[in-house]
């Protein structure tokens, strides 16, 4: 399995790859992906193989006291899927979230993602709620949350 470390501005190709790897045409633009490791340069994680392959990705931010953290991505490429990667990704981010102050994390998800809901719930995160026009008419998302326990 891959290491898990702190992406910085030298890895924004790796991070390109996975995201067109795992999204596709939903992949973020290569601007926004840039701005995030701008924004959250302790927030940012990247998987990689021995070999330096680019494997995974978890993407998140916390800007304010108060405020809820946000997972923006959290992927693996398909061939490196299965594996316990994504888990630990997902809860390695979720944890730094928490240590830069966040009660709460919150995320959407596709309500077709089986995959990501489950690897969610598996961490903690509760379905807290529904748009069903998240991105315009029909594009629904689930809304899930992570809520800190006394002592974490
Ligand atoms: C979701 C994703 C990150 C999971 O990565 P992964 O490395 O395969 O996940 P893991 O091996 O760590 O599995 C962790 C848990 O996720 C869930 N899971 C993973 N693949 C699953 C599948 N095909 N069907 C259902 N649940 C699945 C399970 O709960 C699993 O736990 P288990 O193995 O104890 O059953 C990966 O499938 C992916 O990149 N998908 C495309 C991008 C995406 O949808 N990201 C999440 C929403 S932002």
Redesign the pocket.
């Known amino acids: 399995m891959g290491t898990v470390r702190l992406a910085t501005a030298a890895d924004f190709e790796s991070l390109c790859a996975i995201d067109h790897a ?2 596709g045409d939903h992949a973020y633009d290569r601007f926004a992906l840039r701005q995030f490791l701008a924004l959250f340069p302790r927030s940012v994680f990247l998987a990689e193989s021995d070999q330096g392959e680019p494997l ?1 990705m978890a993407i998140g931010g916390h800007v304010a006291s108060g405020e809820p953290g946000w ?1 923006l ?6 061939s ?11 809860d390695r981010l979720t944890r730094r979230l928490a240590e830069l102050g966040a009660r709460k994390v919150r ?1 959407t ?2 309500e077709s ?4 809901r ?5 961490l903690g995160y509760r379905e807290v709620g529904r748009d069903d026009a998240y991105f315009g008419r029909g594009h629904a998302r689930f809304l899930m949350e992570w809520t800190a326990v006394s002592g974490d």
């Open positions: 795992a999204f995974g997972v991505s959290v992927a693996v490429v398909p490196a899927r299965g594996q316990g990667l994504g888990r630990e990704l997902a995320l998800v596709e993602n089986r995959a990501g489950a690897l969610y719930a598996s």
